[in-house]
Each structure stands twice: as structure tokens, then as C-alpha cells.
């Protein structure tokens, strides 16, 4: 299920599980959106992006699908696993495309 | 190793001292990063490298916060009179290329700062 811990959401599955992560953005005009995932003492690591002209995109056991019209982006992961644990942020370009920003992050928690 | 590097990785400091934390880029990565990351939170920006000039210093929280790039490549970020709400993970990222290219940043594991 999902809650909210102290201070990130939190989606707690099972190993094998399919698991969905997901965000909104509040900017109709941002055209490009990436998903991080930061485990526990590390820095963020690139998964996935998507641009504004797809509104699906496939990598390996992960899909990031964009639904323009409610400005919301999710990241599905197949079959979750253990090493799967980890926060999931997404993320946008700001400042002419100079950087990015970061929403809060959502927790995943697989348990075997 | 190929990665993004940080020294140090962890730095228990006094209010008021002052902080320098190192971050060591990709080699040949021309564009770097420094973020700052609170418990709970996703990473905030500070400021961006293009080569040896700083691009865009926007999200650099007051004065105290400074950064440099000298040689465009290791940059230090440099933290005066330091406060308790300093304290914070320190993250650096490079990137190969910059703008609409690509949104994959490399990043380092991070300098903890606990200003106590």
C-alpha cells in the first residue's frame, strides 16, 4: 500500500510485484522529465526520461508514462526486486534548460 | 575510479567555521553541479558550471555560499560563517554535454555537513 512516512510518501510492495511511482507537475509548458532513483547514502542515478512529444516510453523492466492533459508522470517498474529499494524522484528542466529541479521523492520498500 | 568524486564525505563543523568541500567531475565533462539535499527532500540546486565560468549561481541561498571552477574541472564550494541549517548532504554532478541534449546527470555520493 501507500502512506506517508515522516517525510516522503512511501510505497511498500512485494519482491515480484509490479510497482508504480507517481508524480505531478504544475508547468503545462515543461516538454522534457527525467526519473532518479537515490538509494540510501548514494547520490541520485539516471533511469529514464521522456519528452513531451511521446507519451510512453520503455527501458529495461521500467516505463515512464507523461498524461499531458493532468500534468502527471508515472514510472512503472516490472517485477519489482529487492535492489529496487530506494527513492524515486522525478525531475525537470528549469533556468533555460540549464539544470534541473527536483520534486520530493517517494520512498519504495520491496520486501522479499 | 570514472565516477563523480567527493571529498570529504562527511565534515562535522562548529557554527561560524568555515567549509570547503571539493568535488572532482567526469573527466571531460564540461558542465557541473552542485545541489544541496535535506533530509526528506529531493536535491535543491545551488549552481551550475559551463567550464570554468559559473552559468547560472541562482540557487546559491545567501552570500556566504560561494564556488568556484578555476581550471574547469575540480570545483570547491565554499560555505562562511556556517549555520546549524547549513547542514545538509552536498551534492556535485558533471555532465558530458548541457541543455536540452540530455537530463542525465553523473553524480558524486555527497559531502554530509553537521554544523553543530
Known amino acids: 500500500g501507500e502512506s506517508v512516512g515522516l517525510h516522503l510518501p512511501t510505497l511498500s510492495v512485494q519482491e515480484g510485484d509490479n510497482s508504480i511511482i507517481n508524480c505531478a507537475y504544475s508547468?503545462?509548458?515543461?516538454?522534457?522529465f527525467i526519473w532518479y532513483k537515490q538509494e540510501s547514502g548514494k547520490g541520485p542515478q539516471f533511469i529514464i526520461d521522456?519528452?513531451?512529444?511521446?507519451d510512453k516510453r520503455q527501458g529495461q523492466r521500467v516505463t515512464v508514462l507523461l498524461n499531458k492533459t493532468v500534468k502527471h508522470l508515472s514510472l512503472q517498474i516490472a517485477a519489482t526486486q529487492p535492489g529496487d529499494s530506494a527513492v524515486y524522484f522525478c525531475?525537470?528542466?528549469?533556468?533555460?534548460?540549464?539544470?534541473?529541479?527536483f520534486g520530493k521523492g517517494t520512498m519504495l520498500l520491496v520486501s522479499p | 575510479g570514472a565516477g563523480v568524486s567527493q571529498t570529504p564525505s562527511n565534515k562535522v563543523t562548529e557554527k561560524g567555521k568555515y567549509v570547503e568541500l571539493r568535488c572532482d567531475p567526469i573527466s571531460g565533462h564540461t558542465a557541473l553541479y552542485w545541489y544541496r539535499q535535506s533530509l526528506g527532500q529531493g536535491p535543491e540546486f545551488l549552481i551550475y558550471?559551463?567550464?570554468?565560468?559559473?552559468?547560472?549561481d541562482s540557487g546559491l541561498p545567501n552570500d556566504r555560499f560561494f564556488a568556484v571552477r578555476p581550471e574547469g574541472s575540480v570545483s570547491t564550494l565554499k560555505i562562511q560563517r556556517t549555520e546549524r541549517g547549513d547542514s545538509a548532504v552536498y551534492l556535485c554532478?558533471?555532465?558530458?554535454?548541457?541543455?536540452?541534449?540530455?537530463?542525465?546527470?553523473?553524480f558524486g555520493e555527497g559531502s554530509r555537513l553537521t554544523v553543530l
Open positions: 554532478a558533471s555532465s558530458l554535454t548541457w541543455g536540452r541534449d540530455t537530463g542525465e546527470l553523473f
Open positions: 525531475a525537470e528542466p528549469i533556468s533555460g534548460y540549464s539544470t534541473l529541479t
Open positions: 508547468n503545462s509548458a515543461s516538454d522534457y
Open positions: 558550471f559551463q567550464g570554468t565560468g559559473a552559468a547560472d
Open positions: 521522456i519528452r513531451s512529444n511521446m
